[in-house]
């Protein structure tokens, strides 16, 4: 089984950045994609970007495009979310996974954007 742990949230300002990481452990080999999803309140999961692990071919959902970025580190199998030009919407749980959803889910970090 693979385990995965979120960090790098936090509370910050309409038009401010953040980096989160998604750290993987166990069963890691053969894993060929891994995606961020986030969960705002009484709101379903939803999905926000994924990253081909073989060539670090990425996809971004419309709403985040063009302001959220995806990167690796793959040593250490983590993998980033870098978020910039953050929006009030954006406010959510987030959390990593296998873009089907396969792994066990983590905690989650949470991102507050707020004045």
């Known amino acids: 089984q693979v385990q995965l742990v979120e960090s790098g949230g936090g509370l910050v300002q309409p038009g401010g950045s953040l980096t989160l990481s998604c750290a993987a452990s166990g069963r890691t080999s053969g894993n060929y994609a891994m995606a961020w999803f986030r969960q705002a309140p009484e709101k379903e999961r939803e999905f926000v970007a994924a990253?081909?692990?073989?060539?670090?071919?990425?996809y971004y959902n419309n709403p985040v495009k063009g302001r959220f970025v995806l990167s690796r580190d793959n040593p250490k199998n983590t993998m980033y979310l870098q978020m910039i030009s953050l929006k009030p919407e954006d406010t959510a749980l987030y959390f990593c996974?296998?873009?089907?959803?396969?792994?066990?889910w983590g905690q989650g970090t949470q991102v507050t954007v707020s004045s």
């Open positions: 990253m081909r692990w073989s060539d670090g071919a990425t």
């Open positions: 996974n296998h873009p089907e959803g396969l792994f066990l």
